[in-house]
């Protein structure tokens, strides 16, 4: 094998890696025994390029991760720019690293989703109406809120009763709720690129992109110290050691690929 073909190799091997990466934080898998924060934060986030220094993502502004005005809540940005970027450190690095420096310059709101008709606060079950006048919601009538509550809650049982969901199934209800809303949802397409690797220390720049519009609404930096053993690393290490023994068997090309020294060297 030539070094140009190696060169191209342990190159294709960081980006799946870091695709891995990616997609092992949103599905909960990355650490095998325990979802992580990311699983909470990032739902719906889905890889959509990866290249040496470079990864592209993007993930729907559903109501999970809104703020109170309904645009995208700074902390999720602020989640956004440090796994994206450590993503795309990823591909170019054999350390994640450690955080030192993370800094957001939040430009514009970042819209989410419309609230649906049939999940707006007016008609949610248990929810506080919005106060209108002459609406009677105002202060001195708790007894009329308590009761419309009370109301909303023994429609939401008959329905519930009516079309024969039980407890069991709520899970799946609300599963497919969050489908619904991120298919509607806007979209923020995060680009995180690696602007400088030294021995010690990494920089990433990051951009976060309205994808209607190409409006820019968000730009982070982010710097990480590399000289520390990460142990959730040492977990990922494992579970491709174990992903080598069914290479070993021929079972499946995804896990003879993350079976590769070079790969596994990258966690």
Request: with cysteine; glycine share 14%; charged share 15%.
């Amino acid at each position: 094998m030539t070094s140009g073909a190696s060169a191209r190799d342990d190159a294709g091997s960081r980006t799946e890696l870091a695709r891995r990466f990616v997609e092992g934080l949103v599905g909960g898998t990355a650490l095998g025994d325990r979802p992580t924060f990311d699983h909470t934060a990032l739902q719906g986030l889905t890889v959509v390029e990866v290249a040496e220094g470079r990864i592209v993502c993007e993930m729907p502004v559903s109501e999970r991760v809104q703020n109170r005005y309904g645009t995208l809540h700074g902390g999720a940005t602020a989640t956004l720019v440090d796994t994206i970027s450590t993503a795309a450190l990823l591909t170019t690095c054999p350390h994640s690293g450690v955080s030192v420096h993370l800094a957001v310059t939040y430009l514009a709101p970042m819209p989410g989703s419309r609230t649906s008709p049939s999940n707006s606060p007016e008609t949610k079950p248990n929810s506080r109406p919005n106060p209108s006048p002459g609406s009677g919601s105002g202060p001195g009538s708790s007894d009329s809120a308590a009761g419309s509550g009370a109301a909303g809650a023994g429609q939401a049982a008959g329905a519930a009763a009516t079309s024969g969901r039980g407890p069991g199934t709520a899970g799946h209800h609300q599963h497919q709720q969050q489908q619904q809303q991120d298919a509607g949802a806007e979209v923020v397409v995060i680009d995180a690129r690696v602007t400088r690797v030294g021995r010690q220390l990494a920089s990433m720049a990051v951009e976060l992109r309205r994808k209607a519009s190409g409006q820019l609404v968000a730009t982070g930096t982010h710097t990480k110290f590399l000289q520390v053993a990460d142990p959730a690393m040492e977990k990922m290490r494992a579970r491709a050691g174990a992903g080598e023994a069914r290479g070993a068997t021929g079972k499946g090309a995804s896990a003879s690929l993350m079976a590769q020294p070079q790969l596994r060297s990258m966690l």
